[in-house]
């Protein structure tokens, strides 16, 4: 069995008198799609944001690569190498495509050859922002703001991308083009967190899965198990 790259251990995540995750554990093994998956307000979002350290830990441990990094911020957690895509794109629509991509490589401390190599690569793998790479990020389609997103934090050279809702808001078809696109990018080796409200889609691609409900996980295991679980046919699948 391969190790495991990221681990939660009873995490505990509390606004106020809410407690939103309710000492959950789970792990990412390297190299694998893992997804989270639960209807909305189940914790999948607060859950990612506590790993990236964007809201306070009530209670756990997160390790990644034995390094324990829940206790550090957001900025370092990005330089360890788990970076997240936000739910909502959260692009910076005053800047251009060229610029939002730049400044996904803010904490890197390498070469501007190295990261115009990787910008490159983003560009290679998202043609149509290269081809819109001097206008303005506002101006882009919801597919295209997604593209960007992920392009961006590709260029922080993340170990570990978490995604949160990637498909949120988006036409049929170009949600088939962002699940090929991670199907890609994992397949080139990088780990992946999915946080998903398309229930099938997620699981379809991933190699291992846990279902959240009411902030606790009430089943994990792989993807197509999951897809075959009847509990999770009836309540995500319509089946």
Known sequence: MTAALLSVQGLEVRYGPIEAVKGISLALRAGEITA?????????STTLMAL????????GQVLFDGQDIGQLAPHRI??????????????????TVRENLELGAYTRRDSAAERANDLDRVFT?????????????????????????????????PRVLLLDEPSMGLAPIV????????????????????????VRQALKIA?????????????????????????????????
């Open 36 to 44: 989270l998956v639960g209807a909305n307000g189940a914790g999948k």
């Open 52 to 59: 990236s350290g964007l809201v306070p830990k009530a209670a």
């Open 78 to 95: 990005v330089r360890t190498g788990v970076v997240q895509v936000a739910e909502g794109r959260a692009t910076l629509t005053t800047l």
């Open 125 to 157: 793998m998202f043609p149509r922002l290269q081809e819109r790479a001097s206008g303005l990020a506002g101006n882009l389609s919801g597919g295209e703001q997604q593209m960007l997103a992920i392009g961006r934090a590709l260029m922080a050279r």
């Open 175 to 198: 949600v088939q083009e962002i699940f090929r696109t991670l199907r890609d990018i994992n397949a080139q080796g990088l780990t992946i967190l999915l946080v998903e409200q398309n």
């Open 207 to 239: 190699h291992r899965g846990y279902v959240l409900e009411t902030g606790h996980i009430v089943l994990e295991g792989s993807g197509r198990e999951l897809l075959d679980e009847p509990r999770v046919q009836q309540a995500y699948l319509g089946v």
